[in-house]
């Protein structure tokens, strides 16, 4: 075969290595974003679960640093009061998270415990989906993102060097 024939081939292939990535790409994406949703409905949906549990923590520390001031969060007979007056008989667990939780719900404290659960788990949705969609631009394929130098020097996703093409090419 001649160095045209092979550098042809050699093109196609790539295009269709790159069509292929692409579909597969997408299919993760949808199926990973299915998945999140399911969850996320599964967790606002079932409110009385134990899953409700870590937030109810949240919220009583972040209430008894708003009332009784921030180095008081770790102080578990005043989270313990405030889990029971937040959901009474609900299950309760001592609060042992880092300080930036309770303060990240503080402005959630202010809202009825169902509204504040649901913000929360939005919130949570959407930061996920946003590191999703940030991590879409990486090419898991070849470990590096888009448009930015390979070690051997040609850009990432551009199909320049090393394969078939490479060994093809007349001395």
Do not use: C, K
Request: hydrophobic share 45%.
């Amino acid at each position: 075969m001649s160095y045209v024939v092979h550098r042809g081939m050699s093109v196609f292939s790539h295009v269709n290595a790159a069509v292929d990535q692409g579909v597969v790409r997408q299919t993760l994406i949808v199926a990973g974003l299915a998945v999140v949703v399911l969850a996320l409905y599964l967790d606002v949906a079932i409110r009385h679960d134990p899953i409700s549990v870590d937030f109810n923590t949240y919220t009583a520390a972040a209430q008894v640093g708003l009332h009784d001031g921030w180095s008081h969060i770790y102080d578990q007979g005043l989270v313990s009061i405030q889990q029971q007056q937040l959901a009474p008989g609900s299950r309760e667990q001592p609060f042992i998270s880092p300080p930036t939780v309770a303060m990240l719900v503080a402005p959630l404290a202010m809202l009825p415990l169902n509204t504040a659960y649901v913000v929360w788990a939005l919130v949570g949705f959407g930061a996920f989906a946003t590191a999703l969609r940030r991590g879409r631009r990486a090419d898991p394929l070849v470990g590096h993102a888009r448009g930015q130098r390979r070690p051997g020097g040609s850009a990432a996703g551009g199909g320049h060097g090393g394969g078939m093409e490479t060994a093809a090419r007349p001395a």
